[in-house]
């Protein structure tokens, strides 16, 4: 039997949940217009950023790569001088060597134990050149002797003569190489004429020293059209070779480029209109490690933007990716800074930045912007207003 204590305690208890369900429940029910209260966007807040007083330095950035310079292959335009006269396959008997530097004066490869020269020239090969011969080819050798064997007092111009041959000798033997001395064949046929001389009298002695006369004029060291390749520019690095020892001369014989390193990179055509030649640049590497270039070349503008090249300060690292800095402007000094978006044009055409105290009090500023860079724009306050560092300028949207 309950006492009346313990039914007053029950009545108590379901007393207060009742009243606990009602009032979750009433506190859970909202008014149309609390509700549409709730579901407004809150007051947008101002955004501001303070007015900073730094050095501001304009900048194009790109990707580039580090690599040789542009390659050319190498081909021969000639035959080597065959043994005694003799014709035959011509074979490669000691090949070059990657990674190697061509000098003037350098022997690229031996073909059937020949020596193939490299000398600086843009005129090819396409003779073999003997005593008396003229032309752009001989000027060239010439030229190209006159660097190599200062010495020799050879003059400037002039067809092969025997001055010329002899420093030809020079240039193989120093090589270690003997020049191409007249053949077997050649030195019978020498013999013939001088003895036709010897036993002939009147019209037939006129016509053997005539003869003997015209023999004579290329007798001599001859150079094979095959024993010298003229390239327009050296030094070059040798980057690949594609004749093998043993195997015949057939195409290319090998690709060179310049030895020094150059960054191929490409900007947007906007960017590019921004660069000149003899610009500093910082390559910063992908371990973060940073050097200094210079742009030398500026491409014509294309589909994918404009090709450029600079030279960099390190001549090591070939091949590998870099982010390419080029300084394009910077100020004088310090001046005021501000974000872009922070100016904006009037309708009287005249750029403005809004400033905001502490209360939210704002007044428009006119400014005259200078150099933009990395986001931000130099701005100076025009028309007797001011604008000091420190104070905060209104974002635009906000």
């Known amino acids: 039997m309950r006492t009346p204590f313990r039914m007053v305690a029950v009545i108590a208890a379901i007393a207060l949940t009742t009243g606990a369900g009602g009032w979750m429940a009433a506190s859970r029910l909202r008014s149309p217009a609390d509700a549409a209260a709730a579901r407004r966007a809150p007051e947008a807040s101002l955004v501001t950023v303070p007015v900073e007083r730094r050095l501001l330095t304009s900048q194009v950035v790109t990707q580039g790569s580090v690599t040789y310079g542009k390659a050319r292959q190498i081909t021969l335009t000639g035959t080597v001088a065959a043994a005694d006269g003799g014709s035959g396959s011509q074979l490669v008997t000691k090949a070059s060597a990657s990674g190697r530097t061509l000098r003037e004066g350098d022997v ?137 020892a043993g195997n015949p001369v057939s195409g290319a014989v090998a690709t060179v480029a310049d030895p020094a390193l150059v960054v191929n990179a490409t900007v947007a055509t906007e960017d590019a209109e921004l660069l000149r030649t003899g610009l500093p640049a910082t390559l910063q590497d992908e371990d973060g490690g940073e050097s200094a270039a210079t742009v030398t070349a500026i491409g014509a503008a294309g589909g994918e933007g404009t090709p450029i090249i600079l030279t960099p300060r390190d001549r090591s690292g070939a091949g590998r990716s870099v982010k390419v800095s080029i300084e394009v402007g910077r100020t004088s000094g310090e001046v005021l800074a501000v974000p872009v978006a922070a100016v904006f044009t009037a309708s009287d055409g005249q750029a403005r930045v809004t400033v905001a105290d502490s209360a939210g009090i704002r007044r428009d500023v006119p400014v005259e912007p200078g150099l933009a860079a990395g986001g931000d724009v130099e701005v100076t306050p025009v028309g007797g207003a001011t604008l000091t560092a420190g104070e905060r300028v209104v974002v635009s949207g906000s």
Request: charged content about 25%; cysteine-free.
């Open 108 to 244: 690229l490869l031996e073909i059937n134990g020949r020596p193939v020269f490299v000398l600086k020239g843009t005129v090819p090969m396409y003779r073999t050149l003997t005593l008396g011969s003229e032309g752009d080819d001989v000027r060239q050798v010439r030229a190209a002797l006159r660097r190599l064997l200062p010495d020799r007092g050879l003059a400037r111009s002039g067809a092969v003569n025997d001055s010329m041959l002899d420093a030809v000798r020079a240039l193989y033997q120093g090589a270690g190489y003997a020049a191409v001395e007249p053949t077997t064949e050649q030195r019978n046929r020498l013999r013939e004429l001088e003895r036709a001389v010897t036993g002939a009298e009147g019209q037939p002695l006129k016509d053997a020293r005539n003869d003997l006369a015209d023999f004579r004029k290329t007798y001599g060291v001859s150079i094979a059209s095959g024993e010298i390749v003229f390239l327009p520019r050296l030094p070059l690095r040798v980057t690949s070779v594609s004749a093998k």
